[in-house]
């Protein structure tokens, strides 16, 4: 997104004039910290790739949904701002969360300590021991992969990828079949899970952590986020 188009974001949204703007582009959509006359925000920009449906909007509302429960349980997590009562914006042809930006330095994996470890092991078990599916929409019991928008997708932007999904298309679907046969018939119980829980996905300031990004939230078994 450029700079210009930060711009009349913000002046849509009427969030005071932008002074300055940094891109961190190191994961799969590109957040950048933007600092205004009066506050400073993070601006977390979908791709069209992980946004490019309906269907992938409520499923990106659910997850939003998810962290908002575990906040409201007194599990930190990092909430994006609402405008008229919606947290994903449309402009421009991209979807965006804003966040008020956090003072707080994220985790550094090179320096973790047992207080650390204590900590983000006692979020993750309450976190697991919760029973929220009855205030969900949509249910992550199934997977659900459309191989088809993704040959769309890869017909132009790689035709390598494009055509090994094409050629496998059969196999990739049974697979995932067989994968929701086998969680329908599973005994083993699935939990609510971060599924990216990593320490540049935890902010921490010496007391308390918080946890961001769940774009890969769901449901899973408890080994997933270990």
């Known amino acids: 997104m450029e700079r210009n188009n ?3 974001l913000f002046d849509f949204l009427n969030l005071g004039k932008v002074e300055s703007i940094s891109v961190n582009d190191s994961s799969q959509n590109v957040v950048y910290k933007v600092i205004t006359n ?3 925000y993070d601006v977390k920009e979908f791709s069209h790739d992980a946004i490019s449906s309906l269907e992938d909007l409520n499923k990106r509302q659910e997850q939003l949904r998810i962290s908002e429960i575990l906040n409201e349980l007194n599990i930190n997590c990092s909430i994006p701002i609402k405008f ?6 449309c402009f421009d042809g991209h979807y965006y969360l804003i966040y008020e930006h956090l003072n707080m ?7 973790l300590n047992n207080e650390h470890l ?3 092991a ?3 078990a309450k ?7 009855s205030n969900l929409k949509c249910s992550y019991q199934n997977i659900e992969i459309d191989f088809n928008k993704y040959l769309d997708i890869y017909k132009t932007k790689n035709p390598k990828v494009h055509e090994m ?3 496998n298309l059969e196999s990739l679907n049974k697979l995932i079949n067989n994968v929701n046969s086998a969680l329908e018939n599973t005994t083993e119980k699935l939990v609510i899970s971060h599924n990216d829980y990593k320490p540049l996905n935890v902010l921490w300031n010496g007391m308390k952590l918080i946890l961001l990004d769940f774009d890969a939230c769901g449901f899973s078994y408890p080994s997933a986020c270990v």
Do not use: Q
Not at 105 to 111: A, Q, R, V
Not at 127 to 133: G, V
């Open 127 to 133: 976190i697991h021991l919760l029973d929220i599916s």
């Open 105 to 111: 330095k994220y985790l550094d994996k090179e320096k």
């Open 122 to 124: 006692k979020t993750l």
């Open 84 to 89: 008229n009562d919606k947290e994903f914006i």
């Open 165 to 167: 999904i094409l050629n």
């Open 38 to 40: 009066s506050k400073t």
């Open 6 to 8: 930060i711009n009349m």
């Open 118 to 120: 204590r900590v983000l």
